[in-house]
Each structure stands twice: as C-alpha cells, then as structure tokens.
C-alpha cells in the first residue's frame, strides 16, 4: 500500500518550533549554517524535498561551515560516549582487533596532523577494515581533493541521519 501522505517523522518535524527543529537538525549535523537553510526551507512534502534541500545547503557550505560541522564528528573507531548516532554509525569498527585499532588511531592521528581535521567517511554498512583502507588511500590527498570528499561523506551521512529523523514514528 503505497501513500502520497507525509511520513509522520517529517509532519512532525515541519510543525517543530524553529528552536526545536533547529536542535534536531543540529544534532544530525553540527553546521549552523546548514541547519539555517533547512530551517528556511521548511515545511517539506516529502523525505526527498528535504533530502534536496541537505543536498543544496551542503553544496553552499563555506570551508569554516564544513570546519564546524567535523568538529563534531568523533574519530573513526572512538565515538563519542553516550553518542549513538556515531556509534551505531561506526558499527564496522566494533567487532576490530586490538591491531586493527592500533592502526586506525595511528592513521587517523596522521591525518589530522596532515589536514588539521578527523578523517571523516560515511561509516555506516563498512567494516574496519574498508574504513581503514579508504582512510590510507585519502591520506595522500592534495587538501583542496579531500575537502571536497569530506563535503560528498558529510552529506551521505546527514542524509542517513535525516532518513532516521523522517522515519521516527514517534
């Protein structure tokens, strides 16, 4: 049976209060200014009207908005206590051995050393080792190459977190 109906989790979300509707938003990404474009966007139709709309504000983001928004983001392998999103986002990392670990903290530490930044990927269905592998092929990356990859994670990741918040029931 199919629907032309909102999903309950946006009606929910077009009605919020600006200030709560801007703390949900921030909580899915840290960037005050892509928060502000979705905010004046609202109400949205449908799931894809406001995943477009993450697309475009995403695509708008100044180097300091995307700053922000990874300054929020945990390194690869040590989310965030009390911090589910990441963790379940970095799922691939949980069942890691001891080495593997070592390894990653070691490459992550690199690469910020290397970008000033986390390593920052769409985590979500890898496993340590395939996160590990992307990390070591992008930490050779000239700068300008691998903020424009972080910009294309960043929003695979906003629009998997706006998936969750549109299909909340409750």
Do not use: K
Not at 74 to 83: A, M, V
Not at 104 to 128: K, P, S, W
Not at 144 to 167: D, P, S, Y
């Amino acid at each position: 049976m199919t629907s032309t109906s909102t999903p309950r989790g946006l009606a929910r979300f077009n009605t919020l209060e600006e200030h709560a509707a801007f703390a949900v938003l921030h909580e899915a990404c840290a960037s005050t200014a892509w928060a502000g474009r979705l905010l004046a966007a609202r109400p949205y139709a449908t799931a894809d009207d406001l995943y477009a709309a993450s697309d475009a504000a995403m695509a708008e983001l100044t180097g300091a908005d995307l700053e922000e928004a990874m300054a929020a983001h945990p390194p690869i392998g040590r989310p965030e206590p009390g911090e589910a999103a990441s963790a379940r986002e970095q799922r691939g990392m949980a069942g890691a051995s001891a080495g593997l670990r070592a390894e990653m903290l070691e490459l992550n530490l690199a690469y910020q050393d290397r970008f000033g930044h986390v390593f920052l990927i769409c985590a979500t269905g890898r496993t340590g080792e395939e996160m590990r592998d992307a990390l070591r092929a992008r930490i050779g990356n000239p700068p300008e190459r691998e903020r424009e990859i972080v910009r294309t994670e960043l929003g695979r990741i906003n629009r998997i977190r706006l998936a969750r918040l549109v299909e909340q029931d409750t």
